[in-house]
């Protein structure tokens, strides 16, 4: 398992640079109260990840991945863990930066917000690494990239249906309802979206031929 | 003798294409050479040995156990050669043992260094700065790295000039003395397994025509040239093959030496890997 972490992390270590300048920006923003873009970095270790992907599939990696011990577990399990790792670690980097800055600016520091923000930001960055990583592993690279554009334009058009059509007021009081309970519900449910993703990954890839 | 790989009935269906009761052996410590020109279905059969396909019928034993139900326990005792590239290019030789380290129980990070600095590959260098062939050599060096007990290696050879394959040989050669190993060696360059196989397999169309060992084929089989009037006096049970060239005949022949007495033919010639594909596969009879 160790091995193929870290060949992906080897892969996209050309990125750390790139993430490095972000944080670089994001602090400086977030210092001079011009706007938060918190949000945007947990999703770029998914971007970089995706492009472990593409490396993946010029190069035939994944054919010989399948002749390791345990290749197609492991491999598979890998990318889901080390985009774990990244969104973690680049979250963490960012909730640091975050109370640094409440703290050098000697602003109250509103830790439920940054913790609510930040949390919000790596759910919905591991919901879309759920849909998207089947589809990669399914249909390949460049066709996954299209689908999962459609699929989240076809989620916004639903969403702004229903929006437009049901009460929205009857969601927010029962997530209301739920109270404390909201965030852990949350957790468990992300977490088993991912793992039921990581599960059909690997059906595609103990189907697929090479 | 004890067998290292053992394929009983493989067969494999595709919409052109299929394996058809493919059936051979490899025993411990001996060089096998896969031949068959492309498409015969030489890729098809290695990756139902590695299991990286689905829907085969038939038996495939790899060290006397089945390859489907221990694959991930025999995968740590096979190297393994594709015959397209595969290492991430943006990697360099070191990043390929950091993982490699982590996955084979058995990885030797020496003996990959040392064979690194024999090839003269750059352990530090992105794999994209390497040429074709030292890409080659970087694949064989890793298959080599974790001392397996087979080598499965799919047309390892074909990119490499030829003083490369012959430092390939050699190590190919060294490894088998040195660990009592067995290869499985995929090629269409037949010129280099009559200096380093002991068997050849033959596979033509999906069907093994022939799986004996190299100095049989070559001591027993016979091409016999001659005019069509002394082809005329051939009984068509004494050769296998012929093919019909502007001024003359080939025609192949096994068991050589009775035919030689029975004809009363001066000169067979000895024949050699390349004809005898050739004639296996364009001869009529």
Redesign the interface.
């Known amino acids: 398992?160790?091995?193929?972490i870290?060949?992906d992390i080897?892969?996209v270590k050309?990125n750390f640079k790139l993430i490095g300048v972000l944080l670089i920006v994001y602090a400086f923003l977030a210092f001079t109260n011009k706007m938060d873009i918190s949000f945007i970095l947990p999703f770029i270790s998914v971007m970089i990840m995706i492009s472990s992907f593409s490396?993946?599939s010029?190069?035939?990696?994944d054919?010989?991945m399948?002749?390791?011990?345990?290749?197609r577990k492991?491999g598979v399990l890998a990318k889901y863990l080390t985009t774990f790792l990244l969104i973690f670690i680049i979250s963490l980097i960012t909730l640091t930066i975050s109370l640094i800055i409440s703290y050098t600016k000697n602003t109250e520091i509103n830790y439920l917000q940054i913790f609510t923000s930040l949390l919000g930001t790596i759910i919905g960055t591991l919901l879309v690494v759920s849909f998207m990583y089947p589809l990669i592993y399914k249909l390949g690279i460049e066709k996954a990239r299209i689908s999962i554009f459609l699929i989240i334009f076809g989620l916004a058009f639903l969403g702004s249906l229903l929006i437009n059509h049901i009460n929205i007021s009857h969601i927010t009081n029962a997530l209301t309802k739920l109270g404390n309970l909201l965030v852990p519900i949350t957790i468990i449910i992300t977490l088993l979206l991912l793992y039921i993703s990581y599960i059909i990954s690997l059906k595609i890839i103990r189907?697929k031929?090479? | 003798m004890e067998n290292i790989l053992e394929i009983k009935n493989l067969n494999k269906k595709y919409d052109n294409f299929s394996l058809k009761n493919v059936s051979f052996n490899l025993p411990k410590g001996m060089i096998m050479g896969f031949i068959g020109e492309n498409g015969a279905g030489k890729t098809t059969t290695i990756?139902a040995i590695?299991n990286?396909?689905?829907s085969y019928t038939g038996e495939i034993k790899i060290f006397n156990k089945s390859n489907i139900k221990y694959d991930?326990?025999i995968?740590?005792d096979?190297g393994?050669v594709?015959d397209?590239?595969?290492?991430?290019?943006?990697?360099s030789p070191t990043?390929i043992n950091?993982?490699?380290?982590?996955?084979?129980?058995n990885w030797d990070e020496k003996l990959y260094y040392s064979y690194l600095e024999k090839f003269n590959l750059d352990k530090t260098k992105q794999i994209k700065t390497f040429s074709k062939g030292m890409r080659k050599k970087l694949e064989i060096i890793t298959a080599l790295s974790h001392k397996p007990k087979l080598l499965v290696l799919d047309e390892a050879t074909s990119g490499l000039d030829p003083v490369a394959r012959n430092e390939v040989i050699d190590l190919f050669r060294e490894f088998i003395e040195n660990n009592d190993s067995s290869i499985l060696l995929s090629t269409h360059i037949t010129s280099d397994l009559e200096k380093l196989a002991d068997y050849i397999t033959f596979i033509n169309n999906g069907e093994i025509l022939l799986s004996k060992t190299t100095d049989e084929l070559l001591n027993n089989y016979g091409l016999i040239k001659c005019t069509e009037k002394e082809f005329n006096s051939l009984d068509k049970n004494d050769y296998i093959k012929y093919m019909k060239n502007k001024y003359e005949y080939d025609v192949l022949v096994e068991n050589k030496k009775e035919i030689k007495k029975k004809y009363k033919i001066e000169v067979i010639d000895k024949i050699n890997l390349e004809d005898l594909m050739l004639l296996m596969i364009k001869g009529v009879k």
Not at chain 1, 66 to 71: D, Y
Not at chain 2, 98 to 105: F, M, T
């Open positions: 398992m160790l091995g193929f870290k060949k080897n892969m050309s490396y993946d010029f190069n035939n990696w054919a010989y399948v002749t390791l011990p345990n290749g492991n189907k031929e090479y | 990756k590695l990286i396909i689905n991930s326990e995968k740590e096979i393994v594709l397209n590239t595969f290492f991430p290019e943006i990697l990043d950091n993982s490699l380290k982590n996955i084979y129980k």
